[in-house]
């Protein structure tokens, strides 16, 4: 188990080894991670989602082969490819702050990552909310941050989605804007109980 | 098939006095993601300052960070490159309304794998200074077993938490 230390002044509690608390919590579940191996990929899923939980988290690490600029990711639910999607977004590069959002778009447009020009072994990151994704009455609301750092070169950005049905969400699917994931790309998906 | 629960608190600490530093040391690689959130306050006479966060003590330049801050009437974005000063949050200090603390949730994912850098992405609200959002790298492809926050200015107040959690995915 982890240890902990403070170096003056800490009234420091620890878990596990520590107390007799609990080390887990019983509201977040782990349902299944995908790493993408040595050919890399041009898409992920998830696909039987139980409607067990309250919301949906994916968190992960990400990087293509797209040689020229940042790419970002396209987010849709239940192989849904119609015009139910859109989206707003807050972004910032380093130096220009810029909002953007399209409606009726086919996919959810997500975060920024590193491709093949930039620093090797940077990987970008992102948390994905999908609140609320068992409900049948009403459309499904996305949130996400993501965003990565190549030293010299970087984004992070806010973003909001909506898809425009009230089925529940059983399966995503994530696809790069461009080109393919490398290996070691990862994405897990987490149930929040309500 | 769900794996089972999973978002286990590791640590946590609330300081009773002001603190130089604080550390999460010896954690483990057993997860996939950390958490870290950290409720902050220094206090030095500012109404903001830095709080760094050192991974396994490496005070080489190896990280940088692009963040994006909105402070209530501008929206700006901007980096560090290879900076020895960490990964940084922005926090109120004592010129703050007392009780007055910063909010950040970083996350460490996949700060265990051996293959890549490591990338860290957080979130802030400073009730002084605004909204803040942050993606980092740190140049390194060792698991990350140790977290230190320091105030470079001054200490970091009484009251202040921080708490780590793992997060393990099937």
């Known amino acids: 188990m982890p240890l902990i230390s403070t170096l003056s002044n800490a009234s420091a509690r620890g878990y596990g080894m520590f107390s007799g608390t609990p080390a887990a919590t019983n509201s977040y579940e782990s349902i299944a991670t995908v790493t993408v191996g040595a050919g890399g990929s041009s898409s992920i899923s998830f ?3 139980p409607s067990t939980y309250k919301h949906l988290q994916v968190r992960g690490i990400i990087r293509d082969t797209r040689a020229t600029n940042p ?5 849709t639910f239940n192989s849904d490819s119609s015009t139910n999607y859109s989206y707003h977004y807050l972004n910032g590069d380093g130096s220009i702050v810029d909002a953007a959002a399209a409606a009726s778009a086919t996919y959810i447009f997500l975060s920024r990552f590193p491709g093949a020009n930039q620093t090797a072994n940077a990987f970008g990151g992102i948390v994905i909310d999908m609140l609320e994704y068992a409900n049948t009455n009403t459309y499904k609301t996305t949130r996400s941050i993501g965003g990565y750092d190549s030293n010299g070169a970087g984004a992070v950005k806010l973003d909001s989605g909506n898809w425009r049905s009230t089925s529940a969400i ?23 109980k309500g | 098939m769900p794996a089972g629960s999973t978002y286990t608190p590791i640590a946590t600490t609330t300081l009773g006095s002001a603190a130089a530093s604080y550390t999460f040391s010896s954690i483990s690689g057993s997860y996939t993601d950390l958490v870290l959130v950290c409720t902050t306050r ?7 300052d830095d709080v760094l966060v050192t991974l396994n003590s490496d005070t080489g330049s190896n990280y940088s960070a692009t963040y994006l801050n909105g402070n209530g009437s501008t929206a700006t974005s901007g ?32 700060y265990s794998n051996s293959t890549t850098y490591k990338t860290i992405i957080s979130r802030t609200a400073n009730s002084s200074n605004g909204a803040a ?38």
């Open chain 1, 71 to 75: 790419d970002s990711l396209l987010l």
């Open chain 1, 47 to 49: 696909s039987s989602i």
């Open chain 2, 79 to 110: 980096r560090n490159t290879s900076t020895s000063k960490g990964y940084w949050l922005y926090v109120v200090g004592n010129n703050a309304g007392s009780s007055t603390y910063t909010v950040d949730v970083i996350n460490f994912n996949n």
């Open chain 2, 133 to 170: 959002a942050r993606a980092g790298l740190w140049r390194s492809t060792a698991a990350i077993t140790s977290i230190t926050l320091n105030c470079p200015n001054s200490n970091l107040a009484a009251g202040s938490t921080f708490t780590l959690y793992g997060i393990a995915s099937a």
């Open chain 1, 170 to 192: 059983t399966s995503l699917t994530l696809t790069p804007a461009n080109t393919s994931f490398v290996q070691y790309s990862s994405f897990a998906l987490y149930g929040i």
């Open chain 2, 42 to 48: 220094v206090t030095g006479a500012v109404d903001n």
